[in-house]
């Protein structure tokens, strides 16, 4: 059974820094994407970056310059650490697992629990 386990939410002020991980367990492919999404109150779940198969980083526009994902395979552990965060930030962070193949991340339903991240002014 696949899980993935975030920590290292919090609370900070603008500017301030957070690294959230996710540990995964239960998933012996060897390729796959990782990912990290969230979702604001009242708003949608939005894609914030990924790893995916082959390595390659991808980014949502509002993160650029920003948040560096990284992954230790050896751990099965995901990173994203946030620097220069705003209060448009706060939200619930969500990891994400997606099985790799045709050179694209496919869909799954794998998601962790999420761990709030909080900016104030």
């Known amino acids: 059974q696949v899980q993935l386990v975030e920590s290292g939410g919090g609370s900070v002020q603008s500017g301030g820094s957070l690294r959230l991980s996710c540990a995964r367990s239960?998933?012996?492919?060897?390729?796959?994407?990782m990912g990290w999404f969230r979702q604001a109150p009242g708003k949608e779940r939005e894609f914030v970056s990924v790893?995916?198969?082959?390595?390659?980083?991808t980014y949502a526009d509002f993160v650029k310059g920003r948040f560096t994902v990284s992954r230790d395979s050896a751990k099965n552990t995901l990173y994203l650490q946030m620097n220069s965060l705003k209060p448009e930030d706060t939200a619930m962070y969500y990891c994400?697992?997606?099985?790799?193949?045709?050179?694209?991340?496919?869909?799954?339903?794998?998601w962790g629990q999420g761990t709030q991240v909080t900016v104030s002014a």
């Open positions: 994400n697992l997606r099985p790799y193949g045709s050179n694209r991340c496919l869909d799954s339903n794998y």
């Open positions: 239960g998933y012996y492919y060897s390729t796959y994407c």
């Open positions: 790893i995916d198969g082959s390595g390659k980083s």
